[in-house]
């Protein structure tokens, strides 16, 4: 015990100085309590009369440390500002169920904010200061430790990793009736590196297949690496930089390794978010190499005429759910719009949209765990009416964590929709 | 004019806009020291914005409410904050124009707008009052220094309000009393959430420069295919 505090609460405080960054104490010192926040956040609209879920109350938690130890108006005036520090490890639990089970991070609020406060960035960094002692869901200290451990989130072998990609190369071949098709794995000098989430590993090879369809389609020059493919990352979620840079790493120096020039990431919001725009931050370097969403490279192909599509092959209604980190905090809107009114007969904008869509509830790590579970599925009340109100069956989303939230909430509110990503669509309307 | 309202009407002023420079200064200083996180991401978004766009659009949210769903959703709440801001805009310069330059309050007009801007700041105040006590939200959220700046704004409008017309013919009560508001404001408002206005431009500049970067902001709200065609 230090003053009175614990080991891992001091240890919290002390840390808390190394990781503040001006822009965080801009937020954490701006904010003015008017609650102009509130009703941007769906864990609030999902929970009416419940103020412990209102943005600027969940913030105030992490706040009143930053003000008890590091601005001297809480120090000289702690009640009369609303500082305070923590004491006990329990103390530090009840944080976590806010900083992990009350929030996305989806940055709803911030975009919402008249100060301009950031409310999402320094709760990440509560969760990593949180993390660095050990109190953090179950979920994501397992998936964190998969991450540091075997190279990607899910645990993915490497054998069983080449082996899938086999496997749909045969698939690819037999689709194609091309015996030559091949999906090259750690060809060097190609032009693009090709990056997924371990979820497509596991779960989804068909997307593997549909990119690599796509990929032969537009006579592409690209290889999959055998090692660092894994562009998804639990640095983002568990607020924890080391992690995350390592993890980015992985992927910029197996692109370097191969002498690649461009990495293309698979659709995966975070995924896209950490390893084209937050892993050169955490990771402290920059790349030398181009990296883009596979969205991109898709629409890019059908504007140069690489591939030919036919939106009659995908008849029907699709509405489009933008990814929180894709949309809010990599400006990736636009080209997931063009390319869907490209590949499908219809498409149906939900609203609110782009920025200022609304989480899929699965977001910020929030379906590694599982004990905020009811939580999250009683926000997603506010996805589920805004899918409902689109009028479609087909909700499409540039996001695997999203396909997994949105799927979750649509079975719990019994829509009558499904889910798909845009290179299922893209591959079906293929014409070869 | 008693010897004290003069010391309340300028020396008083003065050493409290001094102590509030001074108390900046530091504040300023303070909060330039933390490091300034480095943006290494090559840029993002559809090539139409940049971080000096993304700024710019970012300062510019406050005289733009329907940029965001908050303000364009509630605009009501937006002209009293608008009216509300005017007011202090107004009592301030109330504070400047009575000691150095009374001759412009002989304008019935330059009385009528300075009473327009802090009676309705006045009014706006204790509706503010009121909805920071009974809303649930807002309550749950507040600290007592945001009942007390909120409580002594709103006197202090009032006050403004009745010492515009420089009329000291019934008595000084209310311009004594304004002044030593004033100087009092001044000397606390470093301490207080009303210092907000110090960290605006830092704030949503580096919300703007990082969001112009990625190509979140200036926010888009058609698609950008076909504002093209």
């Known amino acids: 015990m230090n003053n009175g505090r614990s080991f891992k609460a001091q240890k919290v405080i002390d840390r808390m100085g190394q990781k503040l960054t001006r822009q965080m104490v801009g937020s954490l010192t701006a904010c003015v309590h008017c609650g102009m926040c509130t009703d941007s956040c769906h864990y609030v609209l999902a929970n009416p009369g419940d103020p412990t879920y209102a943005p600027a109350y969940k913030a105030d938690k992490i706040r009143k440390l930053f003000k008890h130890h590091y601005d001297w108006t809480g120090k000289v005036f702690p009640k009369w ?39 999402a960035t320094f709760n990440r960094m509560a969760r990593g200061l949180l993390c660095h002692v050990g109190i953090m869901p179950e979920g994501v200290e397992y998936v964190a430790k998969e991450q540091w451990e075997i190279g ?22 037999e689709e194609m009736g091309d015996p030559d098709a091949k999906i090259p794995i750690d060809k060097k000098d190609a ?60 992927v910029y120096d197996k692109v370097d390794e191969l002498n690649g020039k461009k990495l293309v990431i698979s659709e995966c919001g975070h995924g896209y978010r950490s390893t084209r725009c937050e892993g050169p931050n955490w990771g402290k370097r920059d790349i030398a190499f181009e990296a883009e969403s596979s969205v991109i490279t898709m629409l890019r192909y059908i504007k140069e005429g690489k591939i030919k599509v036919d939106k009659s092959k995908n008849p029907g209604a699709y509405t489009f759910h933008d990814s929180c980190n894709n949309a809010r905090s990599c400006g990736l809107t636009e080209e997931p719009r063009e390319l869907l009114s490209l590949v499908v007969e219809e498409f149906r904008e939900m609203y609110p949209n782009r920025a200022e869509n609304f989480c899929c509830t699965g977001g910020g790590g929030a379906m590694s765990m599982s004990e905020y579970k009811p939580e999250r599925l009683k926000s997603a009340k506010i996805k589920a009416d805004q899918l409902t109100a689109t009028g479609t069956h087909t909700v499409v989303t540039s996001c695997h964590n999203c396909v997994d939230g949105l799927n979750d909430l649509i079975g719990h509110y ?12 893209v591959a079906n309307a293929l014409v070869m | 004019m008693s010897s004290f309202l003069h010391f309340s009407e300028h020396t008083l002023q003065e050493i409290a806009l001094v102590f509030m420079a001074t108390a900046y200064f530091l504040r300023i200083k303070w909060f330039l020291k933390w490091p300034l996180a480095k943006e290494r991401q090559p840029a993002t978004g559809t090539g139409d914005t940049n971080p000096k766009k993304g700024a710019r659009y970012s300062l510019a949210n406050i005289i733009r ?41 002989k304008s019935s007009s330059a009385v009528f707008i300075i009473r327009f801007f802090t009676g309705a700041a006045c009014i706006i105040g204790v509706m503010r009052i009121i909805r920071r006590v009974t809303d649930p939200y807002i309550r749950a959220i507040s600290s007592p220094d945001d009942h007390f700046s909120l409580v002594l704004l709103t006197v202090w409008f009032a006050f403004a309000f009745m010492a515009a017309p420089n009329n000291i013919s019934g008595g000084e009560g209310i311009m004594m009393t304004y002044f030593l508001l004033t100087a009092f404001f001044l000397m606390y408002v470093p301490f207080s959430k009303i210092s907000h206005y110090l960290y605006y431009p830092f704030t949503r500049t580096y919300l703007g420069r990082h969001f112009g970067r990625r190509g979140v902001y200036p926010m888009k709200r058609k698609p950008a295919y076909q504002m093209n065609k």
Not at chain 1, 154 to 168: A, C, F, N, P, S
Not at chain 1, 229 to 234: C, E, K, L, V
Not at chain 2, 86 to 104: H, M, N, Q
Request: proline letters at 5%; hydrophobic letters at 40%.
């Open chain 1, 152 to 173: 990607n989130q899910m645990g993915v072998l490497k054998e069983d990793y080449i082996e899938t990609i086999e496997w749909q190369e045969e698939e690819l071949q």
């Open chain 1, 191 to 250: 032009h693009i590196v090709y990056s997924i989430n371990p979820r497509e590993v596991k779960h989804d090879p068909r997307s593997i297949l549909d990119a690599a369809k796509i990929f032969y389609a537009a006579k592409e020059d690209y290889t999959m690496p055998s090692e660092g493919w894994d562009m998804t990352n639990f640095g983002l979620f568990n607020g924890d930089d080391d992690l995350g840079g390592a993890v980015a790493s992985r």
């Open chain 1, 81 to 119: 500002v609303k500082a305070g520090s923590v004491y006990t490890d329990e103390e530090l639990e009840e944080l976590k169920d806010t900083v992990f089970g009350k929030c996305t991070n989806c940055r709803r609020c911030t975009v919402n904010c008249p100060m301009g406060v950031d409310l």
């Open chain 1, 414 to 425: 019994k829509i009558d929709m499904e889910v798909t990503q845009l290179v299922h669509l």
């Open chain 2, 65 to 105: 409410p329907w940029d965001m769903e908050s303000t364009r959703s509630k605009p009501s709440m937006y002209i009293q904050f608008a009216l509300f801001h005017l007011g202090v805009v107004a009592a301030i310069a109330l504070s400047f124009i009575i000691p150095y330059g009374p001759g412009l309050l």
